[in-house]
């Protein structure tokens, strides 16, 4: 499998891999990295079947995800990362903390939904915005959707909504109401903090008290004025929660420095470029018998 990755930050200080939701790309989550990028050296790909990397006719629940998750980490030569993921990059960066060597981990308004609760978008919501993405939309149709969100982010998924591949986004979806978060959720050692959205329907107020009894050792915090889409809402009640989350683990989070400029001169951003690699990592191993990757060596765009 391989995987385009956007990277921020300077090297050699501490990885951060960020792992993006269901319809976002790395270069959705550019203005989080850049947040971060004082601190951390950040990594964000693109999911299987989004942006610029591959997109196998199937394999999108969440035991390929973590595979993927770990096969970047080592590919990229992570050493204990903070592991940092929104919605379904929440529920991979759970899946994959059982699996890789890891620093504090970060989970943003993680689905809730299983076989006995629905997610809050339905499936043909996603289909929609699909199809109008792939017809040609603007960061005017955006808003539609989501009416509050800053207009630079609102046109970032104008661009990069079209190269979701529907079937991973319908997989996807489908994975989240057979397969059931709070298993990973319970097992999962400190440093753990969950973020939730205080308007959020998928993590919800009722759904605090079970998430506290399931895993008393974990930090559950609120970012008023935020739903679901957490940065995107309420970008500076994202980052509070994020500096208490790793309190004590790293300093706080600063200004970030100017980032990186494409070894190729690609810009791989519209407006703030950042570092574009194309990372080769060993197949996923689930299924048997899925496609391969291309083994891309070294760095590209």
Known sequence: MSHRVLRYGEPGSPDLLLLPGITST???????????SGEYRVYVPDIRGRGGTVAPDGGYTLREYAA????LAEALDCERPVLLGHSMGARIAAATARLLPHGPL???DPPLSGPHRPYPTSASSFAEQLTEARRGTDAEGVARWYPHWPQ?????RAQELPTCDPTAVAETHGDFERERFEPYWARLPAPV???????????TDADV???RRLNPQAQILEVPSAGHMVPWDNLDGFLDAVRTALDGK??????PPAP???DDGAEPTPSRPADAQQTATRPAPHPPGGPAGRSVPGRQS
């Open 152 to 156: 630079r982010e609102l046109a970032i």
């Open 209 to 211: 008290p079970a998430l």
């Open 250 to 255: 790293r300093a706080a989070l600063g200004p």
């Open 68 to 71: 993927d998750a770990v096969a």
């Open 106 to 108: 970060v989970l943003v």
């Open 193 to 203: 903090t969950l973020i939730r959205g205080a308007e959020s329907p998928v993590v």
């Open 26 to 36: 790395a270069l959705a989550l550019d203005f989080v990295a850049h947040a971060l």
């Open 260 to 262: 990186e400029s494409p």
